[in-house]
Nanobody, 126 residues
């Protein structure tokens, strides 16, 4: 059974920073590409960033490029999302997801991911 667990959400002031962590267990961590998404109530899940299993390639949504950085530590089975220069509109539930490594392609589509965490709330006060 694969488990994906996010942590690190919370309340931060606009302009501040926050780092989310996500641990994936159940299979060898390098079996997965990893991604971060967010979702507001009544809206579709939005892609933020994804990283290849080998950590040598990453992809970002335009809305967070230059502010967010995704990274992974395969020895710790953990992926991170460093979020800087946060804005009130970044307030959302943030989800971590794992995609089995059938190819080396990083996907930005939520439907391509196989396992999801329960989400962690990020609130940015203006």
């Amino acid at each position: 059974q694969v488990q994906v667990v996010e942590s690190g959400g919370g309340l931060v002031q606009a302009g501040g920073s926050l780092r989310l962590s996500c641990a994936a267990t159940g299979r060898t961590f390098t079996t997965y590409h990893m991604g971060w998404f967010r979702q507001a109530p009544g809206k579709e899940r939005e892609f933020l960033a994804a990283i290849r299993w080998s950590a040598n390639s990453a992809s970002y949504a335009d809305s967070v490029k230059g502010r967010y950085t995704i990274s992974r530590d395969n020895a710790k089975n953990t992926v991170y999302l460093q979020m800087n220069s946060l804005k009130a509109e970044d307030t959302d539930v943030y989800y971590c997801a794992a995609r089995l490594r059938y190819t080396n392609v990083i996907s930005t589509r939520s439907r391509d991911y196989d396992y999801w965490g329960q989400g962690t709330q990020v609130t940015v006060s203006s």
